[in-house]
C-alpha cells in the first residue's frame, strides 16, 4: 500500500483467510445431538428425509415423536410407535453406511396403512396400523434416546399422505414451500461446513408460511467434523416444483394463518374498541397458478356484526393481491366474536378461517345544530319549523321559553306563536343518544306588530300658496 509517509512510503502486510463452504446439511454424533420441533402430527402424515447413517446396529431414529417414529433397525428402515407398538412398517434390505439415501414415511388415519419409501421407490406396505397420540417431534432422536449417528439433510414434514408418485417425482429435487400440506421443510442451510458455528442453534424452516416451525438444536459441539454444521449434501439442484395457487392473508402487514384462533390488534384481527369501524387486510396470491377467490362469509355468535361492504372475487395472477375490508358495526356494547371465512380455490387451504373480535362501545351522541327555523319574525307570525340534527342520536326534541311566546310541538319543531307576543324567545332542542344528550339553543327575535298610523298635526285645508305646514303622524311599535 502506498502512501506519502516519508520513512514508510510503501507499508505492507499480510492477509490470511480461510475457505470455507456454507453448511448444508447437519451432522449427529448418535450420543446427545437432537432437534427439537415445535410442532406434533396428528391425523395422516408424510415424514421424508435424506440420511447417511454410520451404524446399521441399533435403533437410531430420524424424525420421531412420542406416537410416530421413523428410524433405523439394524441397518434397515422403519416405522412405528403408533398405539406404543414399534416396528410396525420395515424395509426388507439393509442400507449401506456413509452412503447417502432418502427414506420416508406415509400413513393414512382412515385406511390405517403406512407405507416405507426409499430413493422415491415403495418399499414396505403396512395394514390395521392404529391411530396414535402425539406429544412431541424430534429430528435425530426419539424422545431424547436411540439418538441418530450420522448425517441428515433435507426434512420434509407433512400434514397429508402424500402418493407414491409425489414422493418419486420430488424427493431429489427442490421444491418451492408453498406445497399443499407441508408442515415444515428444513434445507439445513447455516453456518458454514466443519468449522465453529458456536451460537447457530436454529434449524430454519424453509417452508412458505406465516410462523415459521424452526427447530433448535440441542447437544451439538458446533465445531469441526461432527457434531455440527457440514457442507456435504446430495440433494440436485433442479427445480421440481408443482404449479398450484396458494392464498396468503395480512392485516397491516402482518401474515396471518389459516385457522389462527388468537385475534390481535397487531394483525386487525381484533378491531380494538370501537363504535364501529373498518379494517382493510389483504389476499395475495403466493402460488403459481391463478387463485380464485370465492364467497367470504362470518360466523359465530355476533357474525351479523362483521360485513364486507364490497367482496373481491375473480381470479388473482400469481403474485397479485387484493384488498378485503371488513366492517364492524356493533348492536350492542361488549366484547363480539365472529369466525371469517375466505372460500378460494388452494388446495390445502380452500376454507380459509381466521377468527375476529371487536369491543364494542357506546358511540357519543354529538353536537346539536340547527339546521331550519328563522331567527328573526314578526309578532303573530304564522308557524315556524325548526328543526335540528345530531350524531349518533335516537331522538330530537324541542321547548320554547318563555311560556308566553306560544307552543311548539315536541316532535315536530313545529312553533306557534302567540299573537300578543313579542321580544325574545328561546327554542331548545335536545337531541339524546345511547350515550346520554347533548342541546342547542336557537334565540329568536319576535318583532312588535306596526300599529295603525295616526296624523297628529297638519292642516286638513290650506290656501292657495299658503305658507309651509308641517304634518307629522304616529304609530305603535314603529321605527321610521
Not at 441399533?58 to 428402515?77: C, E, F, H, Q, R
Not at 434416546?145 to 420434509?156: A, C, L, P
Not at 392485516?251 to 369501524?277: E, H, K, M, Q, R
Not at 315536530?412 to 350515550?435: E, H, S
Request: net charge negative.
Amino acid at each position: 500500500m502506498s502512501t506519502d509517509d516519508a520513512d514508510e512510503a510503501i507499508y505492507s502486510f499480510a492477509v490470511e483467510g480461510m475457505k470455507t463452504s456454507e453448511g448444508v446439511s447437519l451432522d449427529f454424533d448418535g450420543v446427545d445431538d437432537k432437534v427439537d420441533l415445535p410442532f406434533i402430527f396428528s391425523g395422516n402424515y408424510t415424514k421424508e428425509a435424506w440420511i447417511k447413517t454410520r451404524t446399521l446396529d441399533g435403533t437410531p431414529n430420524i424424525v420421531s415423536g412420542t406416537g410416530t417414529a421413523l428410524y433405523l433397525k439394524d441397518g434397515k428402515i422403519t416405522a412405528g410407535g403408533h398405539g406404543g407398538t414399534f416396528d410396525q412398517a420395515q424395509d426388507p434390505g439393509s442400507l449401506t453406511v456413509d452412503t447417502w439415501y432418502h427414506v420416508a414415511v406415509s400413513y393414512n388415519a382412515t385406511t390405517q396403512e403406512m407405507k416405507i419409501f426409499r430413493n422415491g421407490a415403495l418399499v414396505a406396505t403396512a395394514l390395521n396400523v392404529p391411530n396414535y397420540i402425539e406429544t412431541e417431534q424430534k429430528i435425530g432422536s426419539y424422545t431424547g434416546i436411540f439418538n441418530f449417528w450420522g448425517t441428515i439433510d433435507q426434512v420434509r414434514l407433512w400434514n397429508v399422505e402424500r402418493t407414491a408418485a409425489e414422493i418419486l417425482n420430488s424427493y431429489n429435487c427442490k421444491i418451492s414451500g408453498d406445497e399443499p400440506g407441508l408442515l415444515a421443510w428444513y434445507n439445513f442451510s447455516n453456518g458454514f461446513g466443519g468449522v465453529n458455528n458456536a451460537g447457530l442453534t436454529i434449524l430454519q424452516d424453509d417452508s412458505d408460511k406465516c410462523l415459521a416451525n424452526n427447530g433448535t438444536l440441542t447437544g451439538f459441539a458446533l465445531d469441526g467434523n461432527t457434531s455440527n454444521w457440514l457442507a456435504d449434501s446430495v440433494l440436485t439442484a433442479s427445480n421440481c416444483a408443482a404449479t398450484f395457487a396458494n392464498i396468503r392473508l395480512t392485516g397491516n402487514a402482518v401474515c396471518i394463518n389459516s385457522g389462527d384462533v388468537t385475534p390481535s390488534l397487531a394483525d386487525y384481527t381484533d378491531f380494538g374498541s370501537t363504535a364501529g369501524t373498518t379494517k382493510t387486510f389483504v389476499i395475495t396470491n403466493t402460488g403459481t397458478a391463478s387463485l380464485t377467490i370465492g364467497a367470504i362469509s362470518f360466523s359465530g355468535t355476533d357474525n351479523s356484526m362483521f360485513t364486507v361492504p364490497s367482496a373481491p372475487s375473480g381470479a388473482l395472477a400469481p403474485g397479485a393481491s387484493v384488498n378485503l375490508t371488513v366492517q364492524f358495526t356493533p348492536a350492542s356494547v361488549g366484547d363480539k366474536f365472529a369466525t371469517m371465512q375466505i372460500l378460494s380455490d388452494d388446495a390445502d387451504e380452500a376454507i380459509f378461517t381466521v377468527d375476529l373480535k371487536a369491543t364494542g362501545v357506546t358511540a357519543p351522541t354529538g353536537p346539536v345544530v340547527f339546521t331550519a327555523g328563522a331567527i328573526t319574525v314578526c309578532q303573530d307570525a304564522p308557524d315556524e319549523t325548526y328543526t335540528a340534527t345530531a350524531e349518533n342520536s335516537t331522538s330530537i326534541t324541542y321547548s320554547v321559553l318563555p311560556v308566553e311566546a306560544g307552543t311548539i310541538n315536541s316532535g315536530t319543531g313545529v312553533m306557534n306563536w302567540d299573537a300578543a307576543f313579542f321580544g325574545t324567545a328561546t327554542i331548545t332542542a335536545v337531541a339524546t343518544g345511547l350515550d346520554g344528550t347533548t342541546t342547542a339553543d336557537r334565540i329568536v327575535t319576535v318583532n312588535p306588530s306596526t300599529g295603525a298610523t295616526t296624523f297628529t298635526a297638519g292642516a286638513t285645508t290650506v290656501c292657495q300658496d299658503a305658507a309651509d305646514e308641517t304634518y307629522t303622524a304616529t304609530a305603535a311599535n314603529s321605527t321610521s
